[in-house]
């Protein structure tokens, strides 16, 4: 009976932190390590969820409750329509006389993997085990009470249609966008019909509105019911098609061994061998989550629904993918994924070139959703996936994408959670290099600003001055010299506000005159987003990673560079852990102001190495490894963003990191394990051995690239894609002399 292959309990007898870290379990594949557990208790915002799906296939879901700690299922799940936030459809089976849309049970004893799922309901007596494809699944559900058997389907808002041997219906999602679903079992129901006030009305077939319901009532003495499903954006026609086209049978444990193979295929991209069990857990399981999102939403066809302008297009061969939150991916889920499957990167940029086309005003999504873009957070990073592409030798229509980057910038306003058209702020920019802040108690006079995320004024500039390096660099590679220069020119942008008295990037009004008095810590309202964006000023300090050499400049040199960079994880919180995280609840995975737990900080730790103290980089990095990335419900420090802080764990662990998304190189950190391989899209291998790597051996003491001596504290991308092997001598003692040179430091703008 049992679907899942391999030792479930052995992931869930680690969920509150139990050491098995000295274990050795012999055959155990990569599958094997992903704990979805990990960060299903937040530390304070939204946790993982613990997510089935196959690699950035559409059709996702995961068990429906509050919360992990909740003692009820809401009824079992269709299909999650947005990352962590919307599920569509329900589907409940019952025991009993005392029907109702949603079924809430009580559970025990789950099981999950990437590609299946068991649980069972009601104090055990029944059992639900699940499997799925790209756009299709199954249940098998089993009954162990002497009492009615019955499938209930819930359409929560919108419609649902009931035949003899089918359930069909519809839910409205925002705006222009509509799921559907088409349910088949493989028994045959003794009665159907449309689920009102707690009876089967046998007479109707279809319903309505909010909780259209329909049910099956099955024969009594049934033990088993086995159902498949498939799912579109497209109709209930294509959801049947999609159903038809993966599954031709009901065989629950065959459809999850192939799940189990998919995933093996994707996660067998890294090898590695050396540190704890519980290491290997948290690199896979961080590698799993960077396959949650984008997803692939090309049907059985060729056929794919865009909201972007609410009709059906033909992909013509090239999957269209959406549901990508830029602001967190693009640091370092896309680069990973370059590495690994740059084909399926150069289709996701596609696709946002077709949603600029599609929104009919060619500017680049910042947050692509299966609804729509949603133009979250600030500033407009779709343009750093383009620049990183071409840097790294992708194939990207440069042209097109080119003209929607500089229309995303130049003509949609830089107001954080607006698409609206540019208006004054955005000229005041143009003409002045930066964003003007507001007084105390100074009203807000541009209406694209949102009344709760504001304007952001540091966090923006900062933002559009990398975003406007980054186009500099498309602009160089279509020749456009002159623009090309304007744009790099305008990169530096963020000298603007920079408040030498203080070493900080500090808030100016339109008069060019500082916010005085300021406090770095607590600036400007809930999230700091009056001034910053979710972070306060110590995090933004540290805020450009194109240009880490400027910044040094800026604070007198290296030696002081470290020294803020030194304070930063020393800077007490200055007020109660309550307090502080009141104001800034964004700012959680804290080691004094440095916050692991937002994405403006992943690139930190790594700046020592641009100082010529690297060995500063390493025993950081191993810091936060160890503290804030564990095998355990809390085993993330704060919001993962589908694959935005995941993505650094891995790079992290296996031992470098892109600090600068749009610069073909990469600064070396230092690895958890003693061996780690890399099968890259090219199929080279680029391999990083750590000699004597271990909890206390984390710095290097030498390193050769290919053979070849290396005291360099980065590499190239050229280095790594063409294969080869980096190696690490590693001891308990910092080498201080490595790396250490003016000529050893990671490039900035471009590599000479």
């Not at 590695?272 to 960077?290: A, I, M, P």
């Not at 229509?397 to 702020?425: F, M, N, Q, V």
Request: aromatic fraction near 12%; hydrophobic fraction near 35%.
């Amino acid at each position: 009976m049992k679907i899942i292959h391999f030792l479930a309990t052995m992931a869930i007898s680690s969920l509150l932190g139990a050491c098995n870290g000295g274990q050795y379990i012999v055959n155990r594949d990569p599958v094997d390590y992903v704990n979805p557990y990990i960060g299903n208790i937040s530390h304070l915002l939204v946790p993982t969820f613990p997510t089935i799906q196959l690699p950035n296939s559409m059709l996702r879901v995961y068990p429906e409750r509050a919360d992990y700690t909740t003692e009820l299922l809401n009824g079992l799940p269709i299909i999650v329509t947005n990352h962590r936030e919307r599920s569509a459809f329900n589907l409940s089976p019952y025991q009993g006389t005392n029907l109702n849309p949603i079924i809430a049970y009580n559970y025990d004893n789950e099981h999950l993997t990437p590609y299946s799922y068991e649980v069972e309901l009601d104090d055990n007596r029944m059992k639900a085990e699940y499997a799925l494809s790209h756009r299709s699944a199954l249940y098998r559900i089993t009954f162990e009470a002497d009492k009615p058997v019955y499938i209930i389907i819930n359409s929560r808002n919108g419609s649902i249609h009931v035949g003899e041997n089918f359930i069909s219906g519809h839910q409205q999602l925002s705006d222009n966008t509509n799921v559907y679903v088409y349910i088949e079992p493989q028994e045959k129901p003794v009665s159907t019909g449309v689920l009102e006030n707690g009876v089967i009305e046998a007479s109707k077939d279809n319903a309505n509105g909010t909780n259209a319901c329909a049910a099956w009532r099955f024969a009594d003495g049934t033990t088993t019911i086995n159902l498949r499903y498939g799912i579109s954006f497209i109709s209930e026609e294509q959801a049947e098609k999609n159903l038809r086209s993966e599954l031709g049978d009901y065989d629950i444990n065959k459809l999850a061994e192939t799940g189990r193979r998919i995933w093996n295929e994707a996660l067998g991209r890294i090898k590695v061998e050396g540190g704890t069990e519980n290491d290997k857990t948290v690199l896979y399981s961080s590698f799993y989550r960077t396959f949650e999102r984008p997803i692939c939403m090309s049907e059985d066809g060729g056929l794919y629904f865009s909201a972007f302008d609410g009709k059906v297009h033909n992909d013509n061969g090239i999957p269209f993918y959406t549901d990508d939150w830029i602001w967190d991916t693009y640091r370092a889920a896309h680069p990973l994924r370059t590495l690994i499957d740059r084909k399926k990167e150069e289709d996701i940029i596609a696709s946002y070139l077709r949603m600029a086309e599609q929104m009919g005003n060619m500017w680049m999504p910042t947050f692509p959703e299966v609804t729509g873009d949603t133009r979250r957070m600030n500033s407009n990073h779709a343009v750093a996936t383009v620049a990183d592409a071409l840097a790294k030798g992708l194939k990207v229509d440069t042209a097109k994408a080119y003209e929607a980057c500089r229309k995303g910038i130049e003509e949609k306003t830089l107001a954080p959670w607006s698409g609206a058209p540019a208006g004054w702020l955005d000229n005041f920019y143009r003409e002045n290099g930066y964003i003007p802040a507001l007084r105390v108690d100074e009203p807000e006079n541009d209406p694209n600003v949102h009344p709760f995320e504001k304007r952001q004024p540091v966090a923006v500039t900062l933002g559009t001055s990398y975003d406007q390096w980054c186009l500099s660099r498309i602009a160089q590679a279509l020749n456009k010299k002159e623009e090309a220069e304007y744009y790099l020119k305008c990169s530096y942008n963020y000298r603007n506000l920079y408040n030498k008295e203080t070493a900080f990037f500090h808030p100016k009004d339109k008069e060019g005159q500082w916010i005085e008095p300021f406090d770095y810590r607590f600036p400007g309202g809930m999230g700091a987003r009056e001034y910053y964006g979710e972070n306060n000023g110590w995090v933004y300090r540290w805020d450009v990673p194109h240009n880490v050499a400027d910044l040094i400049s800026l604070m007198g040199g290296n030696e002081q560079f470290i020294a803020n960079l030194d304070r930063t994880f020393t800077e007490p919180l200055g007020r109660s852990k309550y307090a502080f995280y009141a104001k800034l609840p964004d700012h959680t995975g804290n080691v004094g102001q440095f916050s692991m737990a937002n994405e403006p900080s992943l690139h930190v730790p790594y700046l020592y190495n641009y100082a010529g103290q690297p060995w500063k980089t390493q025993k950081r990095i191993r810091q936060m490894l160890k503290t804030w990335f564990r095998n355990d419900l809390m085993g993330i420090p704060g919001d993962e963003d589908g694959g935005g802080m995941t993505s650094f764990v891995v790079f992290s662990s296996l031992g470098f990191y892109p600090v600068t998304p749009g610069l073909p190189a990469y600064t070396i950190g230092s690895p958890l394990f003693t061996d780690a391989k890399i099968t890259l899209s090219n199929g080279a291998v680029f391999e990083i051995e750590a000699k004597n790597a271990s909890d206390d051996n984390k710095y290097i003491q030498s390193a050769t690239l290919n053979g070849k001596e290396w005291n360099k504290s980065w590499f190239s991308h050229d280095d790594l894609m063409n294969g080869g092997k980096l190696v690490l001598v590693m001891g308990s003692k910092p080498n201080k002399a490595w790396a250490s040179g003016a000529e050893d430091v990671p490039p900035s703008l471009e590599i000479k």
